[in-house]
């Protein structure tokens, strides 16, 4: 079974920065693309940032600039760097993984993390 745990959401104030992380345990044999996404109270969960194995990255527009994506493939980890949060910002973050080979043959898979909050106070 493979878990995905975010870490490092909180309160910050407006123009401040958080780290969040992303660990992927369990019985991993590669990931494909690991991503985060958000999702604020009333609103669709919509794509942050997205990076392949391979170091491609996809940014949402309103967070070019401001936040960036990084992985550590060796320890299915990802990490994303927030500066200049905004109050629009406020939402649950979560961690996402597609393409997850558990052996070298088998199908892929896509999972989710259980979500960290980020609050961005005015």
């Known amino acids: 079974q493979v878990q995905l745990a975010e870490s490092g959401g909180g309160l910050v104030q407006a123009g401040g920065s958080l780290r969040l992380s992303c660990a992927a345990s369990?019985?991993?044999?590669?990931?494909?693309?690991m991503g985060w996404y958000r999702q604020a109270p009333g609103n669709q969960r919509e794509l942050v940032a997205r990076?392949?194995?391979?170091?491609?990255?996809n940014y949402a527009d309103s967070m070019k600039g401001r936040f960036t994506i990084s992985r550590d493939n060796a320890k299915n980890t990802m990490y994303l760097q927030m500066n200049s949060l905004k109050p629009e910002d406020t939402a649950v973050y979560y961690c996402?993984?597609?393409?997850?080979?558990?052996?070298?043959?088998?199908?892929?898979?896509?999972?989710w993390g259980q979500g960290t909050q980020v609050t961005v106070s005015s």
């Open positions: 369990g019985s991993i044999f590669s990931i494909d693309v």
């Open positions: 990076m392949s194995t391979g170091g491609t990255t």
């Open positions: 996402n993984a597609e393409g997850v080979k558990l052996t070298s043959r088998s199908i892929t898979y896509g999972y």
